[in-house]
DNA sequence: GGTGATAGGTTGGATTATTGGACCGACATC
DNA sequence: GATGTCGGTCCAATAATCCAACCTATCACC
């Protein structure tokens, strides 16, 4: 009844990166979410432009509210209308979604990608993650393991 | 038999995201992936690591081979034992990793995350993205939409 | 020779999720 | 009055997932 991807939380490493797939890694959250950032915020056109059955993106929409990443908003009354917006949380995830992206692009989609982005400095955008402190990229020889999540 | 999530590909709107999300978007495959770019390789260790029940985790370990993220390899005859290990388009994906990492810290997983990195420069790793041609944070109001993919 | 461990799965049966389409109420527009 | 929009819910059929058990093969040990 909750949602089935709950149940991943009791078994395995004890990761963020499993808790972040907790609640945006269901079939469709992300398009979803893709949607909304696009600026898409109506129910209907978020299922016509991901292709999600309405009731699926009914329940994916309700958790995604629940778990704080959009805000569900009225904004008429009589009929009530409602839109879609993301949170701080669901805006903190436009980098990841540029990342898998630009991973799409690169290899799966065939030719060039069919969504294009430019950046404010002129050039098309390519994004690369850096480390937040000394802006190097993030390599993966350039990373030392700290402290690493048990298996429960 | 193939993939259900295949069938995704079917309608929405044309998307490298999609696309990426047809390839690793499945439950578990990212957790695999996770385990293998964590340096274990080998099927019982990332059985356990994940959680995830064996055949589900033997279908995606199948589908991230056909689909170029991981390789299979022989690292032994008699008795036959394989290794997973990370493509070039597999290794493409550690960014996006530790941006779901970073994500879930940040707005999932209560308390310190569970698992840290160090930068070389020193300093505890909290990866940005950045725009690859002059190095700026990728904001949102810093990037323009120049293409967007058609509704199929 | 027998027992147990390790490795990499496959098989079966029960449980869940997903799908496409039909349907609904409250309007608005023609 | 008919049709369309919006934001969903409900339904039956299909597909995916889960867990536990099993299998084959080898090695180590006694």
Redesign the interface.
Known sequence: MVEG?VT?A??????????????I???WS??AL??VL?GERRFDQIA?????SRDILSARLRTLVE??VLAKVQYQERPPRYEYIPTE?G???????????????????DGP?????????G??????????????P?L?G??????????R
Chains 1, 2 share one sequence.
């Open positions: 991807m991943m009791g078994a395995g490493r004890d990761c963020s990166i499993a808790n972040a797939l907790g609640v890694g269901e079939r992300l398009l893709r949607e696009l016509r432009n991901t292709g999600a778990r704080g949380a805006r903190a995830l436009r980098p990841i979604m540029l990342g898998l992206m630009e991973w799409g692009d690169r290899y799966v989609t990608g069919p969504t294009r982005w430019e950046h404010d400095c050039a098309e955008l390519h994004p690369e993650m850096v480390c937040g402190h000394c802006h190097a993030v993966p350039t990373t030392r393991l700290v402290r690493l999540g048990q298996v």
